[in-house]
């Protein structure tokens, strides 16, 4: 992944779709508590101060919130309520409860009954809540509260691994020069990617770069202007992928970027908005002239990193004696 932090808890998941997390598997997982609970509406909300967002809402008819939707942060819903105490919360019936007469959802939307839990970032910041409502009166007994409970662990691992991905990105695994990863840097993140894409069954391809002639650059303009070179390069790189691709420098002036593909052909789009990236950065006063191979392979996600980044390497030899 490119040095940009997954986790950030004041912003909206929604806004900035995140490849580490399959929403449709929460779709899944938000519809099975609806029937599970034979409740005519259920939600994963996420809160930031800007208010509660419905992330994703289950896929009834009679359920009148639709993801996306914002409720402003001060109005008295159920579940600010357990933002607030970070407690669980399970009111039966609503309507007999003076401290819900204010509550749009009891009122506007004829709701009675609300079960929900606190779901919570690997920090012990609140996420938001997972929650089931009903249109009528409910008594759940125990085995229903542990239900929803365990139901929310599975989502608090999702988001526990946005932070493990920023945790490795932590270590030593940059380097101080270009501020990408490094070749350790690129290996961790870059198996970390091809076991989602596994699950996820994901296309993915990798790019090998190499700078041509980088000695005689050293050696005629010096290493200021060598550093400047692999800056420019690293520069064009994280222009030219997402957040979700893995990039990262091999040593010297060899770089690689692991990246999702679209669609057949997606590599030469890629590789065409690199090359005119380099191109924008030598069109600077007094800029360096050069020009980098590529070599190019789509992965087989029954190979090792190792294994495809040889395979890379050979492929942008090649390209390099074609020349």
Known sequence: MNNNAYYNPDKWLLDS??????????????NLLAELFQAPAGFLVQYTPEGFQVTISSEQASNPYSAGIVIEPDVNIFCRKIVETRQQLYVKNAPIDPCWDTNPEVHNDGFKSYLGVPVFWPDGKPFGTFCVMDFKET??????????????????????????????????????????????????????????????????????????????????????????????????LQKTTRNSDVIGRMGGDEFVALVSLKDEGNQNTIFERFEQAIQEQQQEENAVKFSVSTGYVKVDLASSIEELIDSADQAMFSNKKAD
């Open 17 to 30: 779709p995140n490849d580490l997390i399959s929403l449709d598997k929460w779709q899944r997982t938000v």
């Open 139 to 236: 008594d759940y007994g125990v085995t229903y509260i542990e239900l929803i409970a365990q139901l929310k662990d599975l989502l608090e691992s999702d988001l526990s691994l946005i932070e493990m991905y920023q945790q490795v990105q932590t270590l030593a695994i940059t380097d101080p020069l270009t501020a990408i990863s490094n070749r350790r840097g690129f290996t961790v993140l870059a198996n970390q990617r091809l076991n989602l894409a596994k699950r996820m069954d994901a296309d993915l391809g990798l790019f090998y770069f190499d700078i041509d002639q980088f000695k005689v650059i050293n050696d005629e303009f010096g290493h200021t202007v060598g550093d400047k070179v692999l800056k420019q390069v690293s520069l064009a």
